[in-house]
């Protein structure tokens, strides 16, 4: 890590705002390690397992090629819940030693190897992962869609690494991947394929991954997977009952988002881009693992109306997976620049009133989340986090890095320009391409980039954007799209405070025949809101008969395959106490995994009927992901 003098592009202005934050050395350390990963250079890393699906264990080695960068009496790695057998320095076995759990980052795995700076070391580390492993899920055949094999799929972000493999968990540490994996099943990672071996009731799987990534971008998924193309360069995996609709999912729009990036930044780094749809299972709408994305079935709506997703996952090709956040605290360095490229993409595609759309939705999901983050919104919805005292950095996942993040890129391209910010994107990326890197580096990037234009960027109140809790200062986004998903929502409940007689003949399902899916979103969205304001309830006389015309005109919405509106709509109902809801959205619950709508909808259900949330969680929570378990189980106060 370098020494930070002062950051000399940026302006005394916002030197005087960050004075008290700036880390001694640059990109600060991060504290969401146990590991001391700051003493090494990996120069490259190698993972040989063999898949147990019987056991439900990974077992074989890993071994890092290390330069040693500073003198240190021993090598610390993460680990999580491993068995360690035995572990090789330049081959001779040395002694060590597993360091009392600290949660939730896990048990420091204490290596006896004193180094000098310059060394070169070989380490290679024995090991198997336990039923413990929060990274991994298995799942027997009748968890899965086809029910005929079992399934195991990874997610390693944030820290969960640890818990696949010992390693420097951390996205400071980024180094190119070799993958040699034994499974009896079809087995897909996070590289580029190389080789499949038969050898008698197993497959060796060869992958390599020759850009430097971070352990959380680490994947693996082997099940009955089956593949179809859906572009020049991309292929869409998954299990076989669902390849045709995930073909035509993606078929249409996956090359455009590509050709599109490239136009914003610069050339695709990563060759192919595949993504496979995990069981439902899949605790997140994607997850941006190089050269494979992971995404959820829920995005195989059949409408093709959620594959902006996809935008959003191959935007991270750039943004986190090529430009990495240097710790969790600066999280948002990967989102909010993810969002601010997916949106930029959909601009490109199909306009800037498209754009604006999404980013008004992402707007009212930010509100959502701060809000319901309750007491810890204070800690929770700064820009810069502060996981300086060992916090689960799971804990802090919300939409705030995702939509504050992107709301802030915006308000600087607005401040700018947008002809005059795009200059900025293929210097950003360039100058930072395989690095990782604080929110300090970006400002001072920033001032130096547009040195003629200090005034104007320090018109930008940065004390606020950075480090101040709760909402930003709302930007200003053309509601050109959205204002007839007002309108009608306003409309309802006007009604309905005013004449609800009149309701049965004032609406019909011409109402949102014309509306896509991000349109009905935000009509539902709206309609939510309004719970409380100016004395309105849908629990109320008025409340419930509007829900109930609305149930009969806009009967779409309770038997939609969309997820994205279906949850939208149960939400409503729940908001209306509908108590016939309740039971159709428990048993929703076991036909999805995505926190996204897992999370939510079981504060929902324990407000209205804790009985029965607490019910439906213990019968489906072994099928929803050892993350979504642990995070429910908080939100239930389990």
């Known amino acids: 890590m370098s020494t930070v003098q002062n950051y000399p592009n940026i302006s005394p202005n916002l030197r005087e705002i960050i004075s008290s934050h700036l880390p001694k050395s640059s990109p600060e350390k991060d504290f969401s390690t146990n590991s001391n990963y700051y003493n090494f250079n990996v120069k490259n890393s190698t993972l040989d397992v063999s898949v147990s699906f019987e056991k439900k264990i990974l077992t074989g080695y890993v071994s890092y090629d290390i330069e040693v960068l500073d003198d240190t009496d021993s090598i610390i790695l993460d680990s999580s819940f491993l068995n360690i057998k035995t572990v090789f320095v330049n081959e001779s076995q040395v002694e060590f030693e597993i360091l009392p759990r600290n949660e939730p980052l896990g048990s420091p795995l204490l290596i006896k190897s004193p180094s000098k700076k310059g060394d070169s070391i070989i380490l290679k580390i024995d090991y198997e992962t336990t039923e413990n492993c929060t990274a991994l899920q298995w799942l027997d055949p009748p968890q899965t869609d086809g029910g005929k094999l079992p399934y195991l799929f990874s997610q390693c ?161 750039w943004s986190g997976n090529l430009v990495t956040n240097c710790s969790w605290d600066h999280f948002w360095l990967n989102e909010g620049w993810t969002v601010y490229i997916e949106r930029r993409i959909i601009g490109k595609l199909h306009g800037e009133k498209h754009r604006q759309f999404s980013a008004i939705i992402g707007w009212t999901d930010l509100e959502n989340s701060i809000k319901s983050m309750g007491d810890s919104a204070k800690r929770y919805s700064t820009l810069i986090q502060d996981l300086k005292d060992g916090s689960d950095p799971d804990d802090a996942f919300s939409t705030v890095p995702y939509e504050k993040g992107f709301c802030f890129l915006y308000t600087i391209e607005q401040t700018l320009g947008q002809e005059k910010f795009n200059k900025f994107l293929p210097y950003y990326f360039s100058l930072f391409k395989y690095k990782s890197l604080d929110s300090y580096q970006f400002l001072d990037t920033l001032y130096g980039f547009f040195k003629d234009d200090v005034k104007t960027l320090d018109s930008i109140d940065w004390q606020k954007w950075l480090y101040e809790p709760y909402l930003p200062p709302k930007p200003d986004f053309d509601t050109t799209l959205v204002d007839e998903c007002y309108s009608l929502a306003s409309k309802w409940v006007k009604t309905a405070t005013e004449s609800p007689e009149s309701l049965e003949s004032t609406f019909s399902s011409s109402d949102i025949s014309e509306f896509g899916s991000n349109q009905n979103g935000v009509f539902l969205d709206t309609l939510v809101a309004y719970e409380g304001k100016d004395g309105f309830s849908w629990s109320s006389e008025n409340g419930q008969k509007a829900l109930s015309v609305m149930r009969s005109n806009y009967s779409t919405y309770s038997t939609s395959q969309n997820a994205e509106v279906l949850f939208r709509w149960y939400r409503l109902e729940l908001t209306g106490k509908i108590t016939s809801s309740y039971q159709k959205l428990a048993d929703w619950l076991g036909t999805v995994g995505r926190m996204k709508f897992v999370r939510p909808s079981y504060v929902l259900l324990n407000q209205v009927d804790r009985e029965l949330a607490l019910k439906t969680f213990h019968k489906y929570e072994m099928g929803y992901h050892p993350i979504c378990r642990a995070m429910v189980k908080k939100d239930l106060s389990l």
């Open 157 to 317: 972000e944030p820290i969960h690494a640890r818990s696949f493999f010992p390693c420097f968990d951390t996205p400071s540490i980024k180094s190119p991947y070799t993958f040699n994996v034994e499974s009896p099943l079809k087995t897909l990672l996070s590289g580029r394929r190389v080789n499949e071996e038969k050898k008698g009731d197993v497959t060796l799987f060869q992958f390599n991954q020759p850009v430097p990534i971070p352990s959380y971008l680490v994947a693996i998924a082997s099940g009955d997977l089956v593949g179809a193309s859906i572009g020049p360069r991309s292929t869409v995996y998954s299990e076989p009952c669902a390849i045709d609709s995930c073909q035509y999912e993606f078929k249409e729009d996956t090359e455009n988002f590509i050709a599109t990036a490239e136009s914003l930044i610069f050339d695709y780094e990563w060759k192919n881009y595949d993504v496979l749809i995990l069981n439902r299972a899949m605790p997140f709408g994607g997850m941006e693992h190089p050269n494979i994305t992971f995404a959820t079935p829920t995005l195989i709506s059949g409408d093709r109306q959620n594959v902006d997703v996809i935008a959003h996952e191959l935007a991270h090709s």
